[in-house]
Nanobody, 121 residues
Framework: QVQLVESGGGLVQAGGSLRLSCAAS????????MRWYRQAPGKPRELVAAITSGGSANYADSVRGRFTISRENAKNTVYLQMNSVKPEDTAVYYC???????????????WGQGTQVTVSS
């Protein structure tokens, strides 16, 4: 019943900015953690950033200082502000959420469909 819908991907020049959004909907009581992953061709999927319900965030070394993750709990939405982007940031970006179901005691992970980000040099 839960789905994550992403938006904001596209083509951007090196040094530019892009903002990704992901909204969760369905049988949701609350979301404990929301994350952004990315996967480039021929490479494994990697964690880019994560944020807790309390607002504590962590980042991969490759994006720290350039990307910012944030969330609006009331909207079940997570954002990734991407600044000073590099060609190495080119990948499919996926959002992930650890969800507490409206049914008591039910916790599970949900994934978005992915959105392409391409950075030109």
């Amino acid at each position: 019943q839960v789905q994550l819908v992403e938006s904001g991907g596209g083509l951007v020049q090196a040094g530019g900015s892009l903002r990704l959004s992901c909204a969760a909907s369905g049988s949701i009581f609350s979301i404990n953690v929301m994350r952004w992953y990315r996967q480039a061709p021929g490479k494994p999927r990697e964690l880019v950033a994560a944020i807790t319900s309390g607002g504590s965030a962590n980042y991969a070394d490759s994006v720290r200082g350039r990307f910012t993750i944030s969330r609006e709990n009331a909207k079940n939405t997570v954002y990734l502000q991407m600044n000073s982007v590099k060609p190495e940031d080119t990948a499919v970006y996926y959002c992930n959420a650890e969800i507490r179901d409206r049914l008591p005691g039910i916790v599970f992970d949900s994934w978005g469909q992915g959105t392409q980000v391409t950075v030109s040099s």
